[in-house]
Nanobody, 120 residues
């Protein structure tokens, strides 16, 4: 069973940067498509970004394009979300997720989430 653990959340000010990490265990990380999702209070969960097995294909939500970058290091079984120029609207719980086969929905494995709070 794939297990995912996020880290790197916190409280920052608008315009700051933050990097989230998601470490995978009990799975073949290099065969997994990785995604980052977020859910703000009172809102539905939305996909933020996704990356294919070797990193050659990525997807971003329109709201984060040009500000967030998803990446992965298969040697470290870790995916990352580099967030720049953060805005108060980026405040949410961020979860990483994994699935087999490319897709931006219907992920099978989820981390517990990490809180990101952006103050104005």
């Amino acid at each position: 069973q794939v297990q995912l653990v996020e880290s790197g959340g916190g409280l920052v000010q608008a315009g700051d940067s933050l990097k989230l990490s998601c470490t995978c265990s009990r799975g073949t990380f290099s065969r997994l498509v990785m995604g980052w999702f977020r859910q703000a209070p009172g809102k539905e969960r939305e996909i933020v970004a996704a990356i294919s097995y070797a990193g050659g294909r990525t997807h971003y939500a329109d709201s984060v394009k040009g500000r967030f970058t998803i990446s992965r290091d298969n040697a470290k079984d870790t995916a990352y979300l580099q967030m720049s120029d953060l805005k108060p609207d980026d405040t949410a719980i961020y979860c990483c997720a994994a699935r087999y086969g490319w897709g931006i929905s219907e992920y099978n494995y989820w981390g517990q989430g990490t809180q990101v709070t952006v103050s104005s």
